[in-house]
Every structure is written in structure tokens, then in C-alpha cells.
């Protein structure tokens, strides 16, 4: 399979425009290779995972964490330099899926949530907000079925109606608009005059972590269980109170610390996350569960590479497992 045609599936499953402002989501190295039967998925792109995925005869490697925030100097030797150096030699392209992808609705991401069987959920930060628009345009002709039809079924487009003046007026999502304008013209053969106006609902949000509630209360120790069997965390700490029961439940991916003082606003009894700092801890409003960053995206990336499987005919996906930086000593 053509790689430019392998490209837009990762957007569709991770859309670049949901990244944050900070980020740095999409290809970070361009293939030379044209064409490719085999796509790894990972977590971390370190030189190790990468000459993994590329001995396997991956011709496209996606991760989680981009190799770089902001341009590098190729001008010292290092695991940047390292990687640089054989995914070029290889001819393969380097994509990252990270906030487009931490903030999918739905998404992988929510894995744990939905393991758990949160009802009544919401995001705990929303990183962007949109409404669909309205764009309206005049044909002297009744637009026929057959082509309504190819319009409304174009993804992003929520409605496709024409009055018996000849006005069509189309409502659709404004980040879909220019393939849908430039399909609209290549159906009439000329360009329309648009009137374009945006909606004031309904409002579509992507965002980072989750709340919601548990199908049943459960003791902590029983969370606490739950918890170490569904993320493969046999050891983790937790700082705050620790509640009689759990009710109520927040959590995030990666580095979510930040977030609880929104997770105890949303009444959450705990907030599951990574990489939580000395006074965070010592500060926390609620019962805060650090089970350590590689967990819950390390599964995230396995399941999005199931995903990305079901959607590739043709190509063959794998995951490549990860190894937690993090390793344990206990005294005998």
C-alpha cells in the first residue's frame, strides 16, 4: 500500500487538528519508500524500539510520543541523532499520534474507563470546542438525489437540504468543509458563491482524561485490586486520603496530576494517573493513584494498534511492546 494513502488513516484515527498548541503531532520523518505491507505501532521511539520495528520490515512506524517538540540540530550523536539516522537509512516514515490522539472521543485513551464500566462520563479538561456550520448556495437546478446523497453520506456532514427556490443549504463540520466545498464543485462543474455562517450548537469537544461513576460502589481495597489487575501494576502509590469506598472515579494518561483539583470539582473519589510530583501529593484534594506513566499508554497503544489493524487492508499491524523505564528494588 501506498504510504501518502497509509497517512490519512493515522489522521482519521488520531486527527492532527485535536493536538495541542505545545505539540508536536504527525510525521516527524518523511519516507523515501513509496509503498509498504507493514506498519508498527509503539509507545516510545527510542533507537532500541525503532530498529526493532525496522528490522521486522516496518515501512511506517507510528508512536505515541513524538521524537522531538521543537526542530533539532542534527549536529552531535545521541538516541535523537540515532534514531534520525536509521529510520532514513530504512526509507521509512517516523508519525507520531500523541494529544491527537490522547484527546479522541472515544479513543483508546479511555481504555480504562471503559474497562471499568464508567457511566455518566465527561472529559476533565476540554482542549477544543467546536460547532458545525451552515453554508448555504443557490443552483438553478434541483440537485438530484443521487448526488445529495454522495454529499450528506461525506464524513463531517450532518445535513443536505434544498428549497423549492433552488437554495441548498448544507450543515456540516467546519474542520470538513474545504473536501466537502471542493466535492460540491466538482459536482456542479463551477464554483458556487458560499454563505457560510457558524452554528452556535451543537458543540463538539475533545479533551484530555475522564470522570464518571462506577456501575457500583466498591471498597477500596477492591479498586485497589481492579486497578493493579487491569493495568498490570502488581505495585503503585497513591497519596491523600484513601476513601472506605470509591464511587466516583477520574483518571488520565500520561501526566495528569494537574488535573485534580478538576477531578475533585467533578466530584470525583479518585484520580488515577502518572508521574505525580512530592507536592502534588502532598497538596491533593482527593485520594490521587500514580500508576506510573507507561501504564495506562502503553495499553492505550496496543489497543489503538488493534484499531489501526481493522482499518488497513492489506498491511499488516503490529505492536510492539514497550518496556517501563521504571524498575523496582526490593530488600530480601
Known amino acids: 500500500m501506498k504510504i501518502k494513502d497509509?497517512?490519512?488513516?493515522?489522521?482519521?484515527?488520531?486527527?492532527?487538528?485535536?493536538?495541542?498548541?505545545?505539540?508536536?503531532?504527525?510525521?516527524?520523518?518523511a519516507a523515501a519508500l513509496e509503498e509498504t505491507d507493514k506498519v508498527a505501532v509503539c509507545l516510545e521511539p527510542t533507537p532500541e524500539m525503532v530498529d526493532k520495528c525496522l528490522d521486522w520490515g516496518a515501512g511506517a512506524i507510528l508512536t505515541h510520543h513524538p521524537l522531538y517538540m521543537k526542530p533539532k540540530p542534527l549536529d552531535s550523536t545521541g538516541m535523537y541523532w540515532e534514531v534520525v539516522r536509521s529510520v532514513m537509512n530504512a526509507g521509512a516514515v517516523l508519525y507520531s499520534a500523541h494529544t491527537s490522539l490522547d484527546t479522541r472521543p472515544g479513543g483508546p485513551a479511555f481504555w480504562l474507563g471503559q474497562d471499568l464500566g464508567l457511566t455518566d462520563t465527561r472529559f476533565l479538561e476540554v482542549e477544543h470546542s467546536a460547532t458545525p456550520i451552515e453554508v448555504s448556495f443557490h443552483v438553478n437546478e434541483p440537485i438530484e438525489r443521487e448526488t445529495a446523497n454522495v454529499w450528506a453520506n461525506h464524513a463531517g456532514i450532518h445535513s443536505v437540504s434544498q428549497s423549492n427556490a433552488g437554495e441548498v443549504r448544507v450543515i456540516c463540520d467546519e474542520s470538513a468543509w474545504g473536501e466537502i466545498a471542493s466535492g460540491i464543485e466538482f459536482s456542479l462543474g463551477k464554483r458556487p458563491l458560499f454563505?457560510?455562517?457558524?452554528?452556535?450548537?451543537?458543540?463538539?469537544?475533545?479533551?484530555?482524561?475522564?470522570?464518571?461513576?462506577?456501575p457500583e460502589p466498591m471498597q477500596w481495597e477492591d479498586f485497589a485490586d481492579k486497578l493493579a489487575e487491569l493495568t498490570g501494576c502488581e505495585v503503585f502509590s497513591f497519596s491523600g486520603k484513601q476513601p472506605e469506598t470509591v464511587t466516583r472515579v477520574a483518571y488520565c494518561g500520561g501526566s495528569g496530576s494537574s488535573l485534580v483539583g478538576k477531578a475533585a470539582k467533578a466530584g470525583a473519589d479518585v484520580l488515577v494517573t502518572g508521574d505525580v510530583k512530592y507536592h502534588g501529593a502532598v497538596e491533593t484534594p482527593i485520594c490521587l493513584v500514580d500508576v506510573g506513566h507507561f501504564s495506562l499508554e502503553e495499553e492505550m497503544m496496543r489497543r489503538f494498534a488493534a484499531e489501526l489493524d481493522g482499518e488497513l487492508d492489506g498491511v499488516e499491524v503490529k505492536f510492539f511492546q514497550g518496556v517501563d523505564p521504571f524498575q523496582f528494588h526490593v530488600k530480601q
Open 195 to 214: 454563505y457560510i455562517r457558524s452554528l452556535t450548537g451543537p458543540r463538539s469537544d475533545v479533551g484530555f482524561g475522564e470522570v464518571g461513576t462506577l
Open 6 to 29: 497509509i497517512l490519512p488513516f493515522f489522521r482519521k484515527l488520531a486527527p492532527e487538528e485535536n493536538q495541542s498548541s505545545w505539540d508536536n503531532c504527525g510525521v516527524q520523518i
